[in-house]
Structures are given as C-alpha cells and as structure tokens.
C-alpha cells in the first residue's frame, strides 16, 4: 500500500514539475517575441549609393549620418529632377507638385492641387509653433514682397525643402524666415487610410 501511495505522489509531482516548466517556457517565449528589434528602411545598409545618399543630406541638414533614416525619402527627393523634367507639362505648379509628389510616394497619401486648397483642406491640421515639426509636416511661407504662399516639406534640424517656380528644390532653415521668408503656418496631414 505505501509503494502505491508514493508511486502516486511521485506521478502528482511529476505532473505538477511538467505544468510549471511548460508555463516556465510559455512566459519566456512570450517576453522574447515582445522584444524583438525590427530594422526599418535599409538603416544599416553599407552599399555605397546609401552611404553618399547619407553624407549628402547628412551634409545639407547638418546631422550626422546615423541619422539619415528614412532612406526612401531622401531617394524620392533626389529623384525629383527627374520626374520634374519628365512630366514638366502635367505637374502644373512645380512647388505643390513637389509636396503632393513626396506624399504620395512616401505617405501614400493624396493632397489637393492648389496650395490654398491644400491649406484649407479637412485634413490639414495648421499649428504655429516650430518646436512640434517632424520629419513629413509641411511649412506654409511666403517669401518677402509677394503675397503668393508657398509649401515646404519638413526634414529634419529646421531644415525644410521646397522647389521654386522652375521646379529647383531650396533648402530652407528655419532662422532663414526673419530674412528670406515669412512663415505662415506649419501643418500636420491627416493620411489616407487604406
């Protein structure tokens, strides 16, 4: 009868060291998959055309080049000439055919056609301060003596593009408003929900 009985404890015993190591190794995998580290965008590609990409606008936003994330982006942006001299006659106004060109490449997103239409649209969110810019926001400015608004995108380090009437892109700082420009307002853009 005690062989019996302690046949059964060490059975019960058993079982209960099988459940706990099985919860054991259920919670470890659970806490591993939460952190795992996903690398978006080619950030740590060392093939040379990412690397001069990199020292370009690292070079052009005065950051370093670590921090030239958004590789696509900056792909899109050196793209620009091209398209622009490819499809002169169909963009229309260079300035918002730029911005409306990065958002749809970059945000998948659709803006209006004119700048007024873009500055006024349900999903332009308008805000003054320069302190809550990020990278995809756009700059509303004029430039001094012209009523004509003008659009920039938002890059990094108060640093904003934009493409002048012939389609050019101008890189802006922010300090430039006091003499170059004046800067009406900043926005964020609701995107398009697919």
């Not at 659970?30 to 020292?55: F, Q, R």
């Not at 997103?109 to 873009?118: A, R």
């Not at 009523?147 to 493409?163: H, M, P, Q, R, S």
């Amino acid at each position: 009868m005690l062989t019996t009985n302690s046949s059964i404890f060490k059975r019960i015993r058993y079982e209960k060291a099988m459940v706990l190591l099985c919860l054991i190794i259920g919670f470890c995998c659970i806490i591993s998959c939460g952190s795992k580290k996903i690398v978006h965008n080619t950030i740590y590609n060392d093939a040379p055309a990412v690397v001069a990409l990199k020292e370009k606008y690292a070079g052009i936003l005065h950051v370093e080049n670590k921090d030239i994330r958004n590789i696509a982006l900056y792909r899109n942006i050196d793209k620009w000439l091209t398209v622009r001299d490819s499809n002169m006659l169909a963009l229309g106004s260079l300035n918002i055919g730029f911005i409306q060109y990065l958002y749809y490449l970059n945000l998948k997103t659709k803006l209006p056609v004119g700048i007024d239409e873009l500055y006024k649209a349900r999903k332009t969110y308008l805000f003054k301060d320069c302190h809550f810019l990020e990278e995809g926001d756009l700059v509303f400015f004029k430039e001094k003596y012209r009523t004509v608004k003008e659009v920039g995108f938002y890059l990094d380090n108060n640093i904003f593009v934009a493409a002048d009437a012939g389609g050019d892109l101008c890189f802006h700082h922010l300090r430039d408003s006091i003499t170059k420009f004046h800067v009406i307002s900043n926005a964020k853009i609701v995107r398009d929900v697919k």
